[in-house]
């Protein structure tokens, strides 16, 4: 089941109310979902705790591996401006706003599953499925979330999205 967060909540990811004037999206435009996908992974305990782990409730911990594989799922985090419920016009959510939501995203996942053995590890925007025109022209007709798999590196448990 997705998560539901908000933009608003954290800090300087939404352009002030004057700044946020934007072009209108084109016909032929699919605007980006609102929606960022996190890559967690298994983990272990390394080795004894540190001595101040009762104050810092830091863990010794590495990435758990299955013939060599680090092991991982996929969690797909709806995001939502908040400001819109306070009459707000609705601000487009695009890439910049994607990756600067995921910086804060990734501690705050794992802060909030310290009791779980999975850590973040990466975190993935929405990628354009694009057609390209006779005329050299580009469009975006649809919008991909990207999934857990990582040749060579990631085994991927079931999606928590599908």
Excluded at 8 to 18: C, D, E, K, S, Y
Excluded at 35 to 44: D, E, G, N, Q, S
Excluded at 85 to 96: K, L, Y
Aim: with cysteine; hydrophobic share 40%; proline share 9%.
């Amino acid at each position: 089941m997705p998560t539901k967060l908000t933009l608003a909540v954290m800090a300087g990811l939404l352009l002030p109310l004057q700044a946020a004037a934007q072009s209108p999206i084109p016909p032929h435009m699919v605007p980006m979902p609102a929606a960022i996908v996190l890559i967690v992974c298994k983990t272990v305990v390394a080795g004894p705790p540190d001595q101040n782990a009762e104050y810092t409730k830091a863990e010794n911990r590495e990435w758990a591996t299955e013939h060599a594989m680090m092991v991982c799922r996929r969690e797909e985090v709806q995001m939502y401006d908040r400001a819109v419920d306070g009459g707000a016009d609705p601000q487009a959510f695009n890439a910049q706003r994607c990756q600067r939501s995921a910086m804060m995203l990734g501690p705050q996942w794992d802060a909030s599953h310290q009791s779980s053995s999975y850590r973040f590890w990466r975190v993935a925007c929405p990628v354009p499925i694009v057609r390209k025109n006779e005329d050299g022209s580009e469009d975006i007709i649809a919008w991909k979330l990207p999934d857990c798999g990582h040749r060579d590196t990631v085994v991927c448990e079931v999606d928590t999205a599908i």
